[in-house]
């Protein structure tokens, strides 16, 4: 990475002679800030005249500009005193990130025989004691004793900067193990931590560096503030543990080792109320925080994520050079990774994400109990998704196909997994946020109530003895019809995703780009799709999907198969809730006249709530004593 080094300290300490030395130790440009003085500085510090900060004003400004023009071409090493914090701000202003300062420190005594043995330099000696008054010590500096050797300073000076990492990954559960990997396979200097815990967590991170080859050049640590301190200022430390608790726990741990303007990254499955809280309070220390999805589990954590991050856009584009190249690439060769918005507005659609993904997985559940219904084996149902991938290609049909395939001995593995879904909570969390925002997300409460009633094991045991309701195997359909039914549904879970974005978008002010959103979601998660690389033009033209011209008609040629297949289902006692709901849905969302009259009559009724009127455009309220 471009780096302007900047080599500080009081006159005579060696500054010009090291900045020479290390210039041409990294092949890079030299220039001494002295040389940069205006006339009227120098002739007021050779008449003994101590430089006030009007004066320093210009030069720091010009020190600046040649950094910054410097940085469009490469690195370089600049050489100035910048006693104090101010001038270093100045020094540095919009180059923060780009900028390294090494500090050459020594006793007064030490560097006074210096100054005192020095020709031709336009600053007397008994000026130093006030630039030892003036000093400030930079804290974010490399330190250099100069009692060292020049020969040596250059060499410490070299490892301090090679050793220093570019990016600290906290936590190395499978995620976190494979994002370190994916970092240093793309060339990142990487530092990485985890807790030690004796008998349970010892040496994880020493031991994780040994087993790959790629961590060679990686940092590994149990201690916090070693790790902390391994990184080039402004720190960007993601955290890849547990969301809950955790994570306010280590950023806890965290912020006594930070410093002013420092990002830390929740990459991990946060609530989005939970990340705006973190975002309001690490803003009252200095620290940066930015909440970001990511999709693709291990191996897309490995091989290149979805990534949704969200906070400050200055933040971010601190952050982005990382996050956007170990991301998947889109079919143009794009990350899937983008500034999603403010706040918590990553995390938010990353928990979209996930429900709309929880649809997808119940959708295939229902679709492979049809199948098998229809008499197909495992196998037989594997040919089928198989074949289905030229219209319905995905990611989980693709898993799904692999799945029906698998046998463990003579039979097939599914049949031997015990019919409980787990959950970690983002499909609640979903559910709950479309209650909170109004907003129909049936598919996705639907899917997330079937996993519930599958926790019910023992009681379903029980009541399917009790009623005796025996599926029956003379569905009326085929195997197109599944399909259609398939990719009907699928369309409206999509649409109700899509429509819980854009109503928080609106309700939170996030402003959030929908087709970019489908873009980064098209590679790299769990819900990638041909529909979705589809969506990505339709967002650009509208914010309802369902008012697109060719999905419409898609729509219209599959429902007529989605109604047969649901029907055929229903009446042979098999259970396809996301199916029936998207059938529901549609008649539901397309009625121009719906049934809530009878229900805001009844609250009017028993609750004196009031009703609007058909036949009164002016929006009054009005109640009727019923009885």
């Known amino acids: 990475m471009k780096k302007v080094i ?9 500054k010009s002679t090291i900045g020479k030395l290390l210039s041409e130790a990294l092949d890079i440009p030299f220039f001494d800030g002295d040389d940069f003085h205006p006339e009227s500085n120098i002739t007021k510090m050779s008449n003994g005249q101590a430089l006030n900060d009007a004066d ?19 690195s370089c090493v600049i050489v100035c005193s910048a006693l104090k914090q101010k001038y270093r701000d100045l020094l540095s202003l919009t180059i923060e990130d780009d900028t390294a300062w090494v500090h050459l420190n020594g006793a007064f005594d030490q560097i006074l025989e210096r100054v005192n043995s020095r020709a031709d330099h336009f600053m007397p000696a008994e000026l130093l004691q006030s630039q030892f008054d003036t000093l400030e010590i930079p804290k974010n500096a490399i330190q250099i004793d100069i009692s060292a050797t020049p020969e040596n300073i250059i060499k410490i000076i070299k490892q301090e900067l090679m050793n ?13 193990k494979s994002l370190c990997r994916n970092l240093a396979n793309n060339g990142f200097k990487i530092s990485m931590f985890n807790r ?7 040496d994880v991170a020493k031991n994780f560096k040994a087993q790959y080859t790629e ?18 200022q402004p720190r960007r430390i993601m955290l890849m543990v547990n969301a809950g608790k955790t994570i306010d726990y280590v950023i806890e741990d965290l912020l006594p080792h930070l410093t002013k303007n420092d990002i830390i990254i929740d990459g991990g499955n946060s609530n989005y109320k939970k990340t705006k809280e973190r975002y309001d309070y690490l803003k009252t220390k200095g620290v940066n925080f930015i909440g970001t999805g990511v999709s693709g589990g291990e191996e897309g954590a490995l091989k290149g994520p979805s990534i949704m991050p969200s906070g400050d856009k200055e933040a971010y584009d601190k952050v982005a050079p990382f996050l956007e ?8 060769g794009l990350p899937c990774c983008t500034y999603v918005g403010p706040e918590g507005s990553g995390q938010f659609i990353k928990m979209v994400h996930n429900g709309v993904e929880y649809v997808e997985m119940q959708l295939l559940a229902e679709v492979t109990t049809i199948l098998e219904a229809l008499g197909q084996s495992p196998d037989v149902v594997a040919n089928t998704l198989e074949s289905w991938a030229d219209t319905a290609d995905s990611y989980l049909l693709e898993i799904t196909t692999a799945i029906f395939k698998k046998k463990e001995g003579d039979d097939w593995l599914v049949k031997k997994i015990l019919d409980k879904a787990g959950n970690k909570g983002t499909g609640n969390w979903t559910t709950i946020a479309s209650a909170e925002l109004g907003v129909p997300s049936t598919l996705i409460a639907s899917a997330l109530f079937s996993r519930y009633i599958s926790f019910y094991k023992e009681e379903r045991m029980e009541l399917s003895k009790r009623f005796n309701y025996n599926t029956k195997s003379d569905l009326k359909i085929s195997t197109d019809e599944v399909l259609k039914g398939y990719q009907f549904a699928r369309i409206i879970n999509h649409y109700q995703g899509f429509k819980l974005i854009a109503e928080a978008s609106s309700k939170f002010e996030w402003d959030l780009n929908l087709s970019e959103i489908a873009r980064i979601w098209t590679n790299g998660c769990i819900i990638r799709s041909s529909l979705m690389e589809e969506l990505v033009s339709v967002f650009k033209d509208t914010a309802n999907l369902l008012t697109n011209t060719e999905l419409i008609t898609k729509i219209d040629g599959y429902r007529p198969a989605a109604k047969k297949v649901v029907s ?10 996301a199916l029936s709901e998207a059938v529901q849905f549609l008649n539901g969302i397309t009625t121009e006249y719906a049934s809530a009259n009878v229900i805001q009559a009844q609250r009017d009724y028993f609750g004196a709530h009031t009703y609007l009127r058909l036949d009164d455009a002016s ?9």
């Open 6 to 14: 900047f080599v500080i300290g009081v006159s005579g300490c060696g």
């Open 196 to 202: 030690h815990v004796d008998s349970v967590e010892v």
């Open 619 to 627: 929006g009054k309220s009005h109640h009727t004593k019923w009885n």
């Open 568 to 577: 055929e289902a229903v009446l042979s006692d098999i259970a396809t809730p």
């Open 325 to 332: 190249t170990i991301a998947a690439k889109d079919k143009n």
């Open 215 to 232: 961590l060679a050049q990686a940092e590994a640590f149990d201690d916090i503030s070693a790790f902390v301190n391994s990184l080039q």
């Open 56 to 74: 320093r004003q210009g030069w720091l400004e010009t020190l600046n500009n040649l950094a910054k023009k410097q940085l469009n071409k490469g």
């Open 164 to 176: 220093t990492s570019e990016f600290g990954l906290f936590g190395l559960g499978i995620m976190g």
